[in-house]
């Protein structure tokens, strides 16, 4: 089974920056798309940002210019840059593939608040 862990959320003001990183714990991961999801409260989960294995990305549209995705598959891990972050920014986020094929991890709380 893989395992993913994501890491980096906290607490930041509105304009504030996080980078998210999520190391998966397989032998796979360099062939496989990932994406970026997040769920705020009372809401369904929803894609953030995808990147595909030749590093091509997309991104909702309310992300677009302020979240970058990334990976190294060597760490085998994907990160999500957040710059100027907004309230409505405020979910628990995971990773998994575009798909959501494996076992979704813990995820990581990323509360915008002044």
């Known amino acids: 089974q893989v395992q993913l862990v994501e890491s980096g959320g906290g607490l930041v003001p509105p304009g504030g920056s996080l980078r998210l990183s999520c190391a998966a714990s397989?032998?796979?991961?360099?062939?496989?798309?990932m994406g970026w999801y997040r769920q705020a409260p009372g809401k369904q989960r929803e894609s953030v940002a995808n990147i595909s294995i030749t590093g091509g990305t997309t991104y909702t549209d309310s992300v677009k210019g302020r979240f970058t995705i990334s990976r190294d598959n060597g760490k085998t891990t994907v990160y999500l840059q957040m710059n100027n972050l907004k309230s409505e920014d405020t979910a628990v986020y995971y990773c998994?593939?575009?798909?959501?094929?494996?076992?979704w991890g813990p995820g990581t709380q990323v509360t915008v608040s002044s």
């Open positions: 998994n593939t575009i798909r959501g094929q494996w076992d």
């Open positions: 397989t032998g796979i991961f360099s062939i496989v798309a």
